[in-house]
């Protein structure tokens, strides 16, 4: 992990854009000509689907990996933004929604859900952490049931379809490969964004908080405080996720935000790897492939393609039992024994 | 030595007056009294020491005064303002520092990061969600603090890889963070080498005079050495307060703790 | 309780009138006033009991969710599973035998067998590593829903109550007086219901004094308070925890079994009954089994009362008295803060 940026020790310290890993670049080639390559099937279904539980799958290992808090409420929060923007703006559910422009129902949208998830978080983090699961499930199975059952605001179990993206600069943003940049730039703003901030004082602190919380507070700090505003910042990405999730199926029902999903997403999470921001967005690939292809692959072995729950199940089983960091644990534990000393067994890197 | 650059801690209280003030301070753990009765008057500037045997309520003491645990009974006054209700950021918000026995370091942090951390705690900016500028002030008294404790060739390596005499100095410093106006030092030299235990004892000695500390020591030699005044405690209560001299040669004393000849 | 009322005076009185109003209008005749308000006397008699009833089955699931999370630290997300295992091997008891009753100890022991392999295979392999083990509970649950699904489909599964247990019962509850002859009207109340009610108490009062009346009990006690402690004392903890997890698994199954009889067996069962442990749980407090039974009466009688009067906004008052628990007390009613 590399550490504060300090004035050097008297030595010119290269510019930031020279001190990029020479793989970035060719990622993000890879990734701005897709394109190129690419069907309209892979570009919309799946890297812009991975691309947006990716961004959620990032706002729950924000919470897990640097604050030490599963929370489970995250794919609700996501959910509840989805709804807001179905409301405020266009839906096909005229006696709902109510048409105001998209500037207002998305900045509405975005506005609700962190406050949700701050109060999420500030009812979730007063108690001992492993309490927090169990809280944001209950809750994410509350809004569950109760958006099944409302029908004044929430539509009940139909919801709202006919949801779509305004058409700013005259573009259809649900055109695949609209909708594939539209996704790549939020991803690559939500990850860019979170290994930013972990490294500024906020990250550091919710680092130490996760790591010791008595002794944050001998330190100075309102451990409180620092938690709920992670679930405010963690939020705010949900949130991102929830419109977009929203605009690509069009629509928006107690189902997308229901229990399932939201144990998929820390199902993501942990799979990919709870470390380091690149990891949601590989569970969240794996995912897609899987979610995609798996029926394909079930019929091939002779089982029902219906049994994709039960593949996934025993997939992160065999995850959690075997690498419990997810792939970036395999992933450096293999790099580690790379560059172990093959005589002595050290080297790489501990931790 | 310079003192650490003062950060926005609000200073309350006039400064005159006493830095610590203990009214009747007790802590019942369900039927057992750790603390009974602690009466405890400390000056600003003042060095003392407190030595008792193992439960005799030292940890306890402290960690009633930083706010780990809220006392059951009494007041702790700090530098003339009550802090009993405080939570513990409260009161080292106000210049109250601590260490610990057994060392609270962010294992997975660097020990830049650890005391980058310490200093941020005391000042504003603990929410900013921008890195550090290079001219920082916060990350420039976390680097000359670095540097005070001897630690400036390792501040990058994580804590995990450093020596237990390393992460003792490590706590030393984050103690310093800030502008602090009394330390608790709770058994700093336990564990420590010979030469690691002189290098402490000059550490505490060039402290500012201004800050004041209190040093729970199992050895003797290192709190004799860095105290005016010693308060011995037993079973939860004070038991006698005097001058360093004094308390050596008190043959109550010494029948308990020192038996009979000194410390071996 | 007299220490609560010393230390908690405002709050210990506004408990009693409570108390006292509830009494009243269960034991009292209904004024006209009241019944055009709120409705008839009986609907509210009902509502009551069957709150209270669906509150046993909710601690039968609970206590056993507790029992473990307070001593092992694990939260067994997989319980829910558990229980709808339960009932689907109780079913097939039931039905392959043609006893009611012996669908019980089939549940119990199957899922209990279940629970020690889960505990001997998986946990204790991740001592100490509570994120894990709750990760591990998931997919567990997810696996076993799926083969729950597969093996016995979707649809809704009723065991059978053998004839006896069938129908009305007649109680002293009384529901109005009759127009025409002057005389008391009294409740009549499912027979099955109440004969649950009447075995989860008796459960209830077992656990407690297995609990605190028992040498076996008091080692789990002081492994709840302090789990490296006890296993300094020399005593075979990974014994008490197979057997407390086992014996939280058997009670799960167990209360499928009951839930299978009065209600009924299908996929999102299990998510439902691990929803009402939770939420049980959190509102009455972790590791506490009169907690449990607190919280689980609270959540029943708040369920069905929704149910009944609001139905619309039922999900709504459950997860309010979840919300202000969260808000005001955190560690739960009966939880040590």
């Known amino acids: 992990m590399a550490t504060i940026d300090t004035h050097g020790n008297g030595l010119s310290s290269p510019s930031w854009f020279e001190r990029i890993p020479a793989y970035y670049y060719f990622?993000?080639?890879?990734?701005?000509?897709?394109?190129?390559?690419?069907?309209?099937?892979?570009?919309?279904?799946?890297?812009?689907?991975?691309?947006?539980?990716?961004?959620?799958?990032?706002?729950?290992?924000?919470?897990?990996?640097?604050?030490?808090?599963?929370?489970?409420?995250?794919?609700?929060?996501?959910?509840?933004?989805?709804?807001?923007?179905?409301?405020?703006?266009?839906?096909?559910?005229?006696?709902?929604?109510?048409?105001?422009?998209?500037?207002?129902?998305?900045?509405?949208?975005?506005?609700?859900?962190?406050?949700?998830?701050?109060?999420?978080?500030?009812?979730?983090?007063?108690?001992?952490?492993?309490?927090?699961?169990?809280?944001?499930?209950?809750?994410?199975?509350?809004?569950?049931?109760?958006?099944?059952?409302?029908?004044?605001?929430?539509?009940?179990?139909?919801?709202?379809?006919?949801?779509?993206?305004?058409?700013?600069?005259?573009?259809?943003?649900?055109?695949?490969?609209?909708?594939?940049?539209?996704?790549?730039?939020?991803?690559?703003?939500?990850?860019?964004?979170?290994?930013?901030?972990?490294?500024?004082?906020?990250?550091?602190?919710?680092?130490?908080?996760?790591?010791?919380?008595?002794?944050?507070?001998?330190?100075?700090?309102?451990?409180?405080?620092?938690?709920?505003?992670?679930?405010?910042?963690?939020?705010?990405?949900?949130?991102?996720?929830?419109?977009?999730?929203?605009?690509?199926?069009?629509?928006?029902?107690?189902?997308?935000?229901?229990?399932?999903?939201?144990?998929?997403?820390?199902?993501?999470?942990?799979?990919?790897?709870?470390?380091?921001?690149?990891?949601?967005?590989?569970?969240?690939?794996?995912?897609?492939?899987?979610?995609?292809?798996?029926?394909?692959?079930?019929?091939?072995?002779?089982?029902?393609?219906?049994?994709?729950?039960?593949?996934?199940?025993?997939?992160?089983?065999?995850i959690v039992f075997w690498s419990p960091d997810g792939i970036l644990g395999l992933w450096q534990r293999f790099q580690d024994s790379r560059n172990r000393d093959p005589l002595t067994g050290r080297g790489g890197r501990e931790l | 030595?310079?003192?650490?650059?003062?950060?926005?801690?609000?200073?309350?209280?006039?400064?005159?007056?006493?830095?610590?003030?203990?009214?009747?301070?007790?802590?019942?753990?369900?039927?057992?009294?750790?603390?009974?009765?602690?009466?405890?008057?400390?000056?600003?500037?003042?060095?003392?020491?407190?030595?008792?045997?193992?439960?005799?309520?030292?940890?306890?003491?402290?960690?009633?005064?930083?706010?780990?645990?809220?006392?059951?009974?009494?007041?702790?006054?700090?530098?003339?303002?009550?802090?009993?209700?405080?939570?513990?950021?409260?009161?080292?918000?106000?210049?109250?520092?601590?260490?610990?026995?057994?060392?609270?370091?962010?294992?997975?942090?660097?020990?830049?990061?650890?005391?980058?951390?310490?200093?941020?705690?005391?000042?504003?900016?603990?929410?900013?969600?921008?890195?550090?500028?290079?001219?920082?002030?916060?990350?420039?008294s976390a680097e000359t603090l670095v540097r005070m404790v001897h630690l400036d060739d390792v501040r990058d390596t994580l804590v995990s890889d450093l020596s237990y005499g390393q992460q003792r100095q490590l706590e030393i410093a984050m103690a310093l963070s800030g502008a602090p106006r009394f330390i608790l030092f709770d058994e700093p030299a336990a564990g420590l080498s010979p030469t690691e235990r002189r290098e402490l004892v000059e550490i505490l000695t060039n402290l500012p005079g201004h800050v004041g500390y209190i040093i729970i020591e199992h050895d003797m030699e290192v709190a004799l050495r860095v105290a005016e005044s010693v308060t011995m405690m037993h079973n939860g209560r004070i038991f006698k307060e005097g001058k360093p001299a004094e308390i050596e040669d008190d043959p109550e004393v010494q029948a308990l703790y020192l038996g009979g000849e000194g410390h071996g | 309780m007299g220490s609560f009322a010393q230390r908690h005076p405002i709050w210990a009185a506004i408990i009693a009138a409570a108390v006292a109003i509830a009494l009243w209008l269960i034991f009292a005749i209904w004024p006209e006033w009241l019944t055009d308000l709120i409705g008839a006397k009986k609907i509210f008699l009902n509502a009551l009991f069957n709150g209270i009833t669906l509150g046993a089955l909710y601690f039968f699931v609970a206590s056993g969710f507790t029992l473990i999370f307070g001593l092992m630290r694990n939260v067994n997300l997989a319980h829910g599973s558990l229980y709808l295992f339960g009932g689907y091997v109780g079913y097939e008891f039931a039905t392959w035998t043609g006893y009611w009753l012996l669908a019980f100890p089939a549940a119990f022991i199957i899922v209990a067998v279940l629970g020690i392999a889960m505990q001997t295979l998986v946990f204790q392999r991740m001592e100490g590593e509570e994120l894990r083990q709750t990760l591990v509970t998931i997919g567990i649950s997810i696996v076993i829903a799926d083969l729950l699904l597969w093996i016995w489909g979707g649809d809704f599964y009723n065991i059978q109550l053998p004839s006896w247990l069938i129908g009305p019962m007649d109680t002293?509850?009384?529901?109005?007086?009759?127009?025409?002859?002057?005389?008391?009207?009294?409740?009549?109340?499912?027979?099955?219901?109440?004969?649950?009610?009447?075995?989860?108490?008796?459960?209830?009062?077992?656990?407690?004094?297995?609990?605190?009346?028992?040498?076996?009990?008091?080692?789990?006690?002081?492994?709840?308070?302090?789990?490296?402690?006890?296993?300094?004392?020399?005593?075979?903890?990974?014994?008490?925890?197979?057997?407390?997890?086992?014996?939280?698994?058997?009670?799960?199954?167990?209360?499928?079994?009951?839930?299978?009889?009065?209600?009924?067996?299908?996929?999102?069962?299990?998510?439902?009954?691990?929803?009402?442990?939770?939420?049980?749980?959190?509102?009455?407090?972790?590791?506490?089994?009169?907690?449990?039974?607190?919280?689980?009466?609270?959540?029943?009688?708040?369920?069905?009362?929704?149910?009944v009067y609001f139905p619309t906004y039922a999900v709504v008052l459950t997860f309010v008295i979840m919300v202000a628990v969260l808000a005001f007390r955190p560690q739960g009613l009966m939880g040590r803060a």
């Open chain 3, 172 to 307: 002293f509850f009384i529901t109005g007086v009759s127009r025409r002859t002057g005389e008391f009207i009294f409740l009549k109340y499912p027979m099955v219901r109440l004969v649950i009610l009447a075995a989860s108490i008796v459960v209830g009062i077992g656990m407690w004094l297995l609990l605190n009346r028992t040498r076996i009990g008091m080692i789990i006690r002081a492994g709840v308070d302090d789990r490296e402690m006890l296993a300094s004392t020399g005593v075979r903890i990974q014994l008490v925890f197979i057997g407390v997890f086992a014996f939280g698994a058997g009670l799960a199954g167990v209360a499928g079994v009951v839930g299978g009889s009065f209600q009924s067996l299908a996929p999102g069962e299990d998510i439902r009954f691990l929803l009402a442990s939770l939420v049980v749980v959190i509102v009455g407090g972790m590791g506490s089994i009169t907690g449990a039974a607190l919280g689980a009466l609270i959540i029943g009688v708040a369920e069905q009362f929704g149910s």
């Open chain 1, 27 to 318: 990622i993000g080639i890879v990734l701005i000509s897709m394109p190129v390559f690419a069907g309209d099937f892979v570009l919309f279904q799946i890297f812009g689907w991975s691309f947006i539980l990716g961004v959620i799958s990032l706002s729950l290992m924000f919470l897990a990996g640097y604050g030490g808090m599963v929370s489970l409420a995250q794919m609700t929060i996501a959910g509840l933004a989805g709804y807001m923007v179905a409301i405020f703006g266009n839906s096909a559910i005229e006696t709902i929604s109510q048409g105001w422009p998209w500037y207002i129902a998305i900045s509405l949208a975005l506005l609700i859900s962190v406050l949700f998830g701050t109060i999420v978080g500030w009812l979730a983090v007063r108690t001992e952490g492993i309490y927090t699961i169990m809280i944001t499930l209950a809750i994410a199975s509350a809004f569950f049931y109760f958006t099944r059952q409302n029908y004044v605001i929430f539509n009940g179990f139909s919801g709202f379809n006919g949801v779509l993206p305004p058409r700013l600069f005259g573009i259809d943003w649900r055109h695949p490969i609209a909708f594939y940049y539209l996704t790549l730039f939020w991803a690559l703003a939500a990850y860019f964004t979170v290994v930013y901030i972990s490294r500024a004082p906020f990250g550091l602190a919710l680092q130490g908080v996760r790591d010791n919380a008595r002794r944050m507070a001998a330190l100075g700090y309102n451990v409180t405080a620092h938690r709920v505003a992670a679930y405010s910042f963690a939020s705010l990405l949900a949130g991102i996720g929830g419109i977009l999730l929203t605009w690509q199926s069009a629509q928006i029902s107690p189902g997308t935000a229901g229990i399932g999903p939201a144990i998929d997403i820390l199902v993501i999470a942990v799979i990919g790897g709870l470390r380091h921001p690149i990891g949601p967005f590989i569970g969240a690939f794996i995912y897609v492939l899987l979610k995609t292809f798996a029926t394909d692959v079930l019929i091939s072995f002779g089982l029902a393609g219906e049994r994709f729950q039960l593949l996934i199940g025993l997939g992160f089983l065999v």
């Open chain 2, 1 to 140: 030595m310079n003192a650490p650059l003062p950060n926005s801690s609000r200073m309350r209280g006039n400064g005159a007056g006493n830095a610590l003030e203990l009214r009747g301070v007790g802590k019942v753990f369900g039927a057992l009294a750790a603390l009974s009765d602690i009466n405890m008057t400390v000056k600003p500037g003042e060095r003392r020491a407190v030595l008792g045997s193992n439960g005799a309520g030292k940890t306890t003491l402290f960690n009633c005064i930083t706010g780990d645990f809220y006392a059951t009974t009494g007041t702790i006054r700090f530098f003339g303002e009550d802090i009993s209700v405080f939570p513990a950021y409260e009161r080292i918000r106000r210049g109250l520092r601590r260490t610990y026995q057994i060392s609270l370091l962010f294992t997975a942090l660097s020990v830049l990061d650890n005391v980058y951390l310490a200093c941020n705690g005391v000042s504003r900016g603990r929410f900013s969600f921008r890195r550090p500028r290079r001219n920082d002030a916060v990350m420039d």
